[in-house]
Every structure is written in structure tokens, then in C-alpha cells.
């Protein structure tokens, strides 16, 4: 395979106020491009070469760094799109990942909390992180392009916390916008589709 970057699924102006416009040109069509460009590059001669993009990650962990780090960060990222929409987050979550999450960690306010604190607490670069694991959900958090399917588990919900992400929006109060994403932001429909895949 070879990677390819797919359009936004919403206009770059969509998702105003809490992801501006220019964010989105950025992060998009810069950041998340040289991510396809440079993993294309890197995936050539790599034995990795018609491997899906999942076994690419899990293949190149360890072994092929400059890979990994390219190859993880377009995996996030195709998702992290799909993970937002307009007029998303909030108390709007579908059923059973709704109780999957009360199971698995208490209860939506405690998965929010948990899930800010993540974000916050991810020195430096990284993801902050939804995911099942052995059939429970917890809240986890990454560093760099690093991601759980690496880590035997697999995302349905990740925030971005890279200062590309924010910094345009909110400086350096990565709390606000982690907090943001998940009251405005969050395509809770994506994140049911994702956590119904894992059954
Ligand atoms: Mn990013």
C-alpha cells in the first residue's frame, strides 16, 4: 500500500470556534501531509512494503523508527478527523459505548476527567487516549506518534495534544482545548463504530 492524505470530512471552517480554520489548514494539509510524503518515502525497501497500515505500526515499533514515527502519526491523524465533527462532544453518546465506558471506568464524568488529565499530564508531545483492552475500556495517553495498538489495545477515541493542534486556538492552555474537544468536538458516533469493531 501507499499512504494517501484524504480530504477533511467538513469544511476547514467547521469546527469554529474550538478549532479554527487556520489550525486545520495547518495541521491538515502541512502537518498531517508531511506525515503521507515522508512514510511513503520511508516505506520503500522497508519489508514492510503491502502490509496493511495497522501492521505497518505494529511491524516497524521498535525496529524502524523514523517509520513508526510516520506511519503512527497518519494512522491518528485519519482518525483524529473522523473523531471530530461540528456540534459533537457533549452528553450525546451513543448507548453501548456509553455503558462500555461506565463499566470500564466508572462513569462519563470520571472518563472526561481522566481523559483531560491525560492530555495535561503527556509531557511534551503525544495523544491522549480511549481504548479497549482485553474487552474494558480505559483512558491511556502516548508520547509523540506513538499509539495503543502498539501496546496490545485499541483506540476509539484520541486527542491529539501535539502543540500544532492548539496552539493557534489556545496557546498554551492545552487544558481548555482538551476539554473542548471533548464538550464540542467529539464524534461519538465514530467512537461507537470504532468500539463496535472491537466485538
Ligand atoms: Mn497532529
Known amino acids: 500500500m501507499s499512504f494517501t492524505l484524504p480530504p477533511l470530512p467538513y469544511a476547514y471552517d467547521a469546527l469554529q470556534?474550538?478549532?479554527s480554520k487556520e489550525t486545520l489548514e495547518y495541521h491538515h494539509d502541512k502537518h498531517h501531509n508531511a506525515y503521507v510524503t515522508a512514510g511513503n518515502s520511508l516505506l520503500k525497501d522497508s519489508g514492510l512494503e503491502g502490509k496493511s497500515l495497522e501492521e505497518i505500526v505494529r511491524g516497524s515499533f521498535g525496529k524502524n523508527a523514523p517509520l513508526f514515527n510516520n506511519a503512527g502519526q497518519h494512522y491518528n491523524h485519519l482518525h483524529f478527523w473522523k473523531w471530530m465533527k461540528p456540534n459533537g462532544g457533549g452528553a450525546k453518546i451513543p448507548g453501548a459505548v456509553e455503558k462500555?465506558?461506565?463499566?470500564?471506568i466508572g462513569s462519563i464524568d470520571k472518563m472526561k476527567e481522566d481523559f483531560i488529565a491525560?492530555?495535561?499530564g503527556q509531557f511534551g508531545s503525544g495523544w491522549a487516549w480511549l481504548v479497549v483492552k482485553?474487552?474494558?475500556?480505559?483512558v491511556m495517553k502516548t508520547p509523540n506518534?506513538?499509539?495503543p495498538l502498539v501496546h496490545g489495545a485499541t483506540p476509539i477515541l484520541g486527542c491529539d495534544v501535539w502543540e500544532h493542534s492548539y496552539y493557534i486556538?489556545?496557546?498554551n492552555r492545552r487544558a481548555d482545548y482538551v476539554k473542548a474537544f471533548l464538550d464540542h468536538l467529539v464524534n461519538w458516533d465514530y467512537v461507537e463504530?470504532?468500539?463496535q469493531a472491537t466485538r
Do not use: T
Request: aromatic share 12%; proline share 4%; net charge negative.
Open 145 to 147: 506518534g506513538e499509539n
Open 17 to 19: 470556534p474550538y478549532m
Open 118 to 120: 491525560a492530555g495535561v
Open 193 to 195: 463504530e470504532m468500539f
Open 169 to 171: 486556538d489556545y496557546r
Open 134 to 138: 482485553d474487552g474494558k475500556v480505559s
Open 100 to 104: 462500555a465506558i461506565i463499566d470500564g
